[in-house]
């Protein structure tokens, strides 16, 4: 598996408690290191009012980490799309695209929390409209010189992006899905389906043939590049790892679970209250650097994902375990992965 | 905190077939010598869809120039306010308040232009309206939260944004106002009005003391820090300096004449059409050494002015010229301008 890309996630949501401006720079030194190991991305996620928890906003701080990381390439991942205007987001996009030199990633999903959507002028049930047309007109403000479009939510009027973005024709555009038709839709609109790392894997296996057959349909052939999102972390054997991260990971699912993430899922497989050896067992990749390679191995020949999106920290987890296991993943899995 | 303060706005509005990536690698030099020099701050404006001009979004490019000039702060000047949401306003600021440890200034204004209005789905007559909820719901998430309000266009059901700020109670809020209904509505609800570039000094005179009686109706005093924005180009004599600056400023005024700002301008001083010389003259501030720093203390004797956020780089002026402009400003403007005050 020579061609498998690693991507950090610094999802990395703290407590109420914490000083903000020390996880900043935590984080920094995060993406430092991730750039000097080799590591091909970073992302970022999006979510606003995020409390009980603190949370930096995607799109400054991704603008912010491309200073420290010039060789990462910068995944939004992902941007509520129906929360916004399509005109903002392609000009902002290409802005960073411009400025690191043609690394963006312009991952895409609907969103889900009733906060936001009140927030944003919204509801839940204008979300998939208005996510299809922002795609369109992001695209065409991408690709065209002058774009016409009457929206439901907005206008374009001879408008243009004022910079278009380095990649050509556009940064690649990743569509998160949890549910089939989600999946269906990101066969239809997007570069490539972005895996969630909420579902199990053997629900991904049964939807990546939803994705492939839908890809048929399309007569688009499967992408080049299939990312995913997955929770690792690694230590020296699968009992420490577990040991390790238990408290911290096991608290984010907690969140999810009550922020109503479940009830997007798939049914079947649409319970994140259960109790964490269940969650590790099919959702996560925790172990010994030989367990998790394998892990990763057995995945990709499952799935075809040769992008790993890797959430390695989770609220409250302190940065020396984190710079360890990003350490230890380059170092010891990366090699076994490739070889694999 | 100084007598008065330098800023400079990178404009970075670049013509169509300028490489963008050799543009932005140019602006980041130009911050680098900023905070080399000892300027005290770096502006971004905002516009969208401004073909055929080029230009870089506001906040990905104050968050990624953060990181070649920390001393800096850094001004949204300004964030056209009724196009966009309070939380995602309110969080973006938030995020960059505290990667700058608390260097951001909120500049903000109303806009004017109908593609922008259009593409975010708004009427031009609905902006005042947004302009204030907005402004107030942003106010109310930076000082407290969960914040509970139902605007014209937004809803907030008990938010917070996800990040406190550094400065405290918020970001100085800077209001841009260019007639005189926008200098009153600057006094009521900002920290300051931000002076704009476009108006005559003797238009400024005028609406000073508008903005003077709405600050004492509201029972507010005169802000200790009053900015100004203003076209600046210096060079060793007025000749070479009107030589050099003067043909981008017009062509320049050309276009905000297009995009429809001589519309919004305040009443007697809303032509913007005229030649060079009639256009520059009380209010682009361009010349020797001398003349630069003398006019500029002309502008803090008569307005009160102590923070200039000055335009150097037009449309098309070279890096190699703007370089030297910043130099030339630091070592033989900025302290005849501090021995002035």
Redesign the interface.
């Known amino acids: 598996m020579a061609d498998m890309q690693f991507g950090l996630m610094t999802r990395a949501q703290f407590p109420a408690e914490d000083d903000m401006q020390v996880r900043f720079r935590e984080l920094m030194e995060q993406a430092r290191l991730a750039d000097k190991l080799g590591y091909a991305s970073i992302t970022n996620g999006m979510h606003y009012s995020s409390a009980p928890f603190q949370d930096f906003q995607q799109l400054p701080f991704l603008s912010r980490v491309m200073a420290e990381a010039p060789n990462l390439r910068l995944n939004f991942g992902i941007i509520l799309l129906s929360l916004h205007k399509p005109l903002d987001i392609a000009e902002s996009l290409a802005t960073v695209d411009v400025m690191s030199g043609g690394r963006v990633i312009f991952g895409a999903a609907l969103g889900y929390r009733e906060v936001e959507f009140l927030a944003f002028g919204t509801t839940a049930k204008e979300k998939v409209k208005r996510f299809e047309e922002n795609l369109i007109a992001i695209k065409r403000l991408w690709t065209e010189d002058v774009v016409n479009m009457k929206g439901s939510h907005f206008e374009l009027k001879d408008a243009s992006a004022a910079t278009k973005p380095i990649q050509k024709p556009h940064p690649p555009i990743w569509i998160g899905a949890n549910a089939d038709p989600a999946i269906k839709r990101a066969a239809r609109m997007g570069d490539c389906w972005y895996v969630n790392p909420h579902n199990r894997t053997d629900t991904i296996i049964r939807q990546t043939e939803v994705y492939k057959r839908a890809l048929d349909e399309a007569g688009k052939p499967f992408p080049k590049e299939f990312p995913g999102r997955r929770e690792v972390f690694v230590a020296s054997s699968r009992e420490e790892a577990v040991r390790l991260c238990k408290p911290f990971l096991a608290k984010k699912y907690k969140a999810y679970h009550e922020w109503g993430q479940d009830k997007v899922m798939p049914e079947g497989d649409n319970d994140l209250g259960q109790d964490f050896d269940e969650l590790v067992r099919d959702r996560f990749f925790v172990g010994s650097p030989d367990e998790v390679a394998q892990q990763i191995l057995d995945f990709n020949k499952a799935t075809g994902i040769n992008h790993l999106i890797m959430s390695m920290q989770w609220p409250g987890m302190p940065q020396s375990l984190v710079l360890d296991t990003i350490t230890m993943m380059a170092e010891e899995v990366f090699p076994r992965v490739r070889k694999g | 905190m100084k007598k008065m303060q330098f800023g400079v706005m990178l404009r970075g509005v670049f013509p169509q077939g300028d490489d963008?990536?050799i543009r932005?690698e140019e602006l980041m030099e130009q911050a680098r010598l900023m905070e080399k020099l000892g300027y005290d701050s770096l502006t971004k404006g905002s516009?969208?869809?401004?073909?055929p001009?080029?230009?870089?979004?506001q906040?990905?490019?104050?968050?990624?120039v953060?990181?070649?000039c920390p001393s800096l702060r850094l001004n949204a000047g300004i964030v056209l306010l009724a196009?966009h949401?309070?939380?995602?306003v309110a969080?973006?600021f938030?995020?960059?308040d505290?990667?700058s440890?608390g260097k951001m200034i909120f500049g903000c204004a109303l806009g004017y232009r109908?593609?922008?209005f259009?593409?975010?789905?708004i009427e031009r007559k609905g902006a005042v309206r947004r302009f204030e909820e907005n402004l107030e719901a942003i106010k109310r998430l930076w000082t407290g939260?969960?914040v509970t309000m139902k605007g014209s266009?937004?809803?907030?059901?008990?938010?917070?944004?996800?990040?406190?700020l550094?400065q405290q109670p918020h970001p100085p809020i800077w209001m841009g106002a260019n007639a005189d209904k926008a200098v009153e509505r600057a006094a009521r609800l900002g920290d300051c009005w931000y002076l704009n570039p476009h108006q005559r000094l003797d238009t400024f005179q005028r609406q000073i003391e508008i903005y003077k009686r709405t600050l004492d109706a509201c029972g507010k005093p005169f802000p200790k820090e009053l900015p100004m924005r203003r076209e600046v180009f210096c060079a060793p004599t007025h000749e070479e300096a009107v030589r050099i600056a003067g043909p981008f400023l017009k062509s320049m005024y050309e276009a905000y004449e297009e995009w429809g700002q001589d519309k919004v301008m305040a009443e007697g001083d809303n032509d913007i059409s005229m030649r060079y010389e009639e256009l520059a003259k009380d209010r682009f501030i361009v010349g020797s050494p001398d003349e630069v720093a003398e006019e500029m203390l002309r502008y803090h004797k008569l307005l009160g002015v102590n923070h200039i956020i000055m335009s150097v780089q037009g449309t098309g002026l070279p890096q190699s010229q703007v370089l030297e402009t910043f130099e030339l400003m630091a070592k033989e403007v900025f302290p005849k301008v501090q021995q002035g005050m």
Do not use: C, W
């Open positions: 963008m990536r932005f516009h969208f869809s401004t073909y001009m080029q230009e870089m979004v906040i990905p490019f104050l968050s990624r953060m990181a070649e196009l949401k309070p939380l995602e969080e973006n938030a995020t960059m505290l990667m440890n109908d593609v922008e259009k593409g975010f789905g939260g969960p266009h937004f809803e907030l059901d008990e938010a917070r944004i996800s990040v406190p550094v």
